[in-house]
T-cell receptor
Framework: GAGVSQSPSNKVTEKGKDVELRCDPI?????LYWYRQSLGQGLEFLIY????????KSGLPSDRFSAERTGGSVSTLTIQRTQQEDSAVYLC??????????????FGAGSRLTVL | SQQGEEDPQALSIQEGENATMNCSYK?????LQWYRQNSGRGLVHLIL?????REKHSGRLRVTLDTSKKSSSLLITASRAADTASYFC???????????FGRGTSLIVHP
């Protein structure tokens, strides 16, 4: 697609429920990132996928968080047993691959998660 | 933890004035980037400056980089109301492909 697409744009859920957030990166971009942005805060890195390599999961805050990327394209971020502190905007970004140290990311509009 | 930290946290100016935002970081970097985020939107890349560059221009934007002080500044000249947004710096150090973002500067330009 022309840009990075994320869905849903807004999600309200009850504490304890599971949620799935989807990211459709720019076609041909081999690198995909998930960040989390809490109100008034900067971006917190969650996970990074590059091609067929094992993902860098070093930013995931707990084992309730997981992500997968199927076929090197669409990615799903899953949060199990949601807690109120999970409320945030979840941003996905993609980047063209290769040895590109420039790291210029193209972001989606984000998925705003509210846990009641 | 944040690698880059922007200063000030908030900036309010009149249309036509210049806006200067600063970014400080902690470790050596390959490059530094500035992004803009309009309310309720994702981040949009503005400009990238490499570690061997000292100044870069793009339209009304001027970015400087001082690697000895581990700091960068973003200058927006002749600001417009449409420049109202949050501005973030992002750095990646060593062999990392993961940019680290600061908390941002919230800029309000009054018409």
């Amino acid at each position: 697609g022309a840009g990075v697409s994320q869905s849903p744009s807004n999600k309200v859920t009850e504490k304890g429920k599971d949620v799935e957030l989807r990211c459709d990166p720019i076609s041909g971009h081999t690198a995909l990132y998930w960040y989390r942005q809490s109100l008034g805060q900067g971006l917190e890195f969650l996970i990074y996928f590059q091609g067929n390599s094992a993902p860098d999961k070093s930013g995931l805050p707990s084992d309730r968080f997981s992500a997968e990327r199927t076929g090197g394209s669409v990615s799903t971020l899953t949060i199990q047993r949601t807690q109120q502190e999970d409320s945030a905007v979840y941003l996905c970004a993609s980047r063209s691959g290769g040895d590109n140290r420039a790291n210029v990311l193209t972001f989606g509009a984000g998925s705003r998660l509210t846990v009641l | 933890s944040q690698q880059g930290e922007e200063d000030p946290q908030a900036l309010s100016i009149q249309e036509g004035e210049n806006a200067t935002m600063n970014c400080s970081y902690k470790t050596s970097i390959n490059n530094l980037q500035w992004y803009r985020q309009n309310s309720g939107r994702g981040l949009v890349h503005l400009i990238l400056i490499r570690s061997n560059e000292r100044e870069k221009h793009s339209g009304r934007l001027r970015v400087t980089l001082d690697t000895s002080k581990k700091s960068s500044s973003l200058l927006i000249t002749a600001s417009r109301a449409a420049d109202t947004a949050s501005y973030f710096c992002a750095t990646a150090s060593g062999g990392s492909y993961i940019p680290t973002f600061g908390r941002g500067t919230s800029l309000i330009v009054h018409p």
